[in-house]
């Protein structure tokens, strides 16, 4: 028969390193976690001149105690419009000053003409608008690899005693 005897400073003791492990433990996972899908959504990113992509980020954040979240995203106003689309829509080629759109500069380098020939052209172009997603995809991507990295990261801090 074996028999343990411990009283409840040890037991609480005990328990306080168990929890800061996790902790340090979950948070770090899911850095890495997040790090997966920020690199996997710059990979599917369109890119025009790259300012989306380079956008991309992520942060780890403690929503309360014992409990975070990866938020990963891009503080880019079109970035939505890239990963749902929008209803096909007349979009301008130049603002109100006359300096080009983002639209404006892409219509000029894909049909390779100088800004006198885009001035003859209309100041509106038909856009259908349609989804280019780059981030849902990521993370659908990585979901295997996450889950498999926390099972690996939890099995190597506590598969050992704390």
């Known amino acids: 028969m074996i028999r343990v005897e411990t009283t409840s400073k040890e037991l609480q ?3 306080q390193r168990v929890e800061a492990k996790m902790d340090t433990t979950l948070t770090r ?7 997966m899908v920020e690199a ?5 990113a369109p890119v025009n001149f790259g300012v989306l992509r380079s956008s991309i980020t992520n942060e780890v954040v403690e929503i309360s105690p014992h409990r975070y979240e990866a938020h990963i995203g891009t503080t880019m106003k079109y970035a939505g419009w890239q990963e749902f689309g929008t209803r096909p829509h007349w979009a301008p080629v130049r603002t109100k ?10 219509l000029k380098r894909k049909l390779k003409i100088n800004d006198e020939e885009l001035k003859k052209r209309k100041p509106y172009m038909w856009v259908k608008g349609t989804a280019h997603p780059f981030l849902v995809p990521a993370l659908d991507s990585k979901r295997e690899a996450i889950r498999d990295l926390f099972i690996r990261s939890l099995g190597e801090s506590f598969g050992s005693a704390v």
């Open 13 to 15: 003791t005990y328990l």
């Open 29 to 35: 996972t899911l850095r890495r976690a997040a790090l």
């Open 40 to 44: 996997q959504a710059k990979r599917n």
């Open 97 to 106: 000053s006359g300096e080009l759109t983002a639209l404006g500069l892409w």
